[in-house]
């Protein structure tokens, strides 16, 4: 896909997204995959990062008019889960999975209705740092079902995050990747920038070397 300057590239999602951003700066990427997305764009597109520390689905749709449907995007990805299934462990908040896809569906909706924009889903991904935290598939695995579900109702293109991360795991290990389980190292956050990449087809045409 070739993007030009007049492409506007949203990016909206949770900490996994926000890594740091500047909310008062609309230009500020953070320090994670967006910033390196932006980086390695062959194109001078405009990139927005909405990502937000600790936010689940129903925190996205809340501010899904102002954040994202305001700003006229032309590329939105989304990536959000693995609050709504963390919450459930140590606050005991529950975010039933039906619940869960029915909004992340709506949001969607509203973006090919309103905008037109092509859409990318991320898939939700999980390292786990300890046992504790092994336990934790038993809801991640279905939340990421009914992400792949709604990707596919709404014609999104998915970026298999949840297989990128394992695949490198093997050969750097989970805690060069995601100290906590969660949240990417600088490593980690190539894997993602590079996922999306391939899936958008940045990549295409261009050799090994010139890849993040």
């Keep these: 896909m070739r993007f030009t300057r007049d492409d506007l590239l949203l990016f909206i999602g949770d900490s996994v997204t926000d890594t740091g951003r500047d909310r008062e700066d609309p230009a500020s990427l953070g320090d994670g995959y967006v910033r390196m997305i932006a980086e390695a764009l062959p194109s001078p597109a405009t990139v927005v990062n909405q990502g937000v520390n600790g936010h689940r689905v129903h925190d996205l749709e809340a501010r899904w008019a102002t954040d994202v449907l305001a700003l006229a995007p032309s590329v939105v990805t989304v990536l959000i889960g693995i609050n709504d299934t ?26 090919k209705e309103k905008c037109a924009a092509r859409l990318f889903v991320m898939t939700p991904f999980l390292l786990p740092a300890g046992p504790e935290q092994e336990t934790w598939f038993e809801d991640l695995a279905p939340r990421t079902d009914a992400v792949l579900r709604a990707a596919t109702a709404h014609g999104a293109t998915v970026v298999r995050t949840d297989l990128a991360l394992p695949r490198a795991a093997e050969e750097h290990g989970a805690a060069a990747l995601a100290p906590d389980g969660v949240h990417p190292s600088p490593l980690g956050h ?18 090994p070397s010139e890849r993040l």
């Design 86 to 111: 963390w919450r459930r462990y140590d606050r005991g908040l529950l975010s039933p999975i039906t619940e869960f896809e029915a909004s992340l569906g709506r949001v969607l909706a509203l973006v």
């Design 190 to 207: 190539r894997v993602i920038a590079r996922a999306w990449l391939e899936a958008a087809g940045v990549y295409e045409g261009r050799t």
